[in-house]
């Protein structure tokens, strides 16, 4: 390749409509794990009522939760298990969409920065009509 071809707007918008699209899916993933203890909560116990919480006694401060929860049943159990295996995929998954993002804005401006030092270097010819350098400025970043 002998020259770059990069249209800043272009790449702008794509990292807006990114950023819209991650924003969509960071709020996705949230319900999921929202729907996921609702989920694990409604699944029950496999014991009877009453032996379906830990009774905890003590002091509680003033707008706390109870001491007391409820026991967790296996599907509420695997379901966290779930969660918690797939909390590392999530993470590297928005730290890839994050990295991109970054990567590709910062590209562009060294692009931009790279035409900007090239039309000095060429404005700076000028100014001391060296065509000797004219000839040889292609543009873009060395």
């Known amino acids: 390749m002998t020259s770059w071809d990069i249209k800043p707007q272009g790449v702008q918008g794509q990292l807006q409509l990114t950023g819209t699209r991650a924003g969509e899916l960071e709020k ?8 996921m203890s609702e989920a694990a ?3 029950g116990t496999a014991v009877p009522g009453s032996v379906a919480s830990t009774p905890l006694q003590g002091p509680v401060p003033v707008g706390a939760p109870p001491l007391s929860q409820k026991a967790s049943g296996p599907v509420g159990a695997a379901l966290a298990e779930y969660c918690k295996e797939r909390q590392k995929d999530l ?13 590709a804005a910062k590209a562009t401006n060294e692009y931009i920065e790279g035409d900007l030092d090239a039309a000095k270097h060429a404005q700076d ?16 970043a060395k």
């Not at 996705?28 to 794990?33: D, F, I, Q, S, V």
């Not at 993470?91 to 990567?103: D, F, H, P, W, Y």
């Not at 001391?128 to 873009?140: F, I, M, P, Q």
């Open 91 to 103: 993470t590297s998954m928005s730290e890839r969409i994050q990295a991109a993002v970054l990567g």
């Open 41 to 43: 909560h409604a699944a």
């Open 125 to 140: 010819a000028a100014k001391a009509v060296r065509l000797d350098l004219l000839k040889d400025a292609t543009g873009g």
């Open 28 to 35: 996705a993933l949230n319900k999921l794990m929202t729907d």
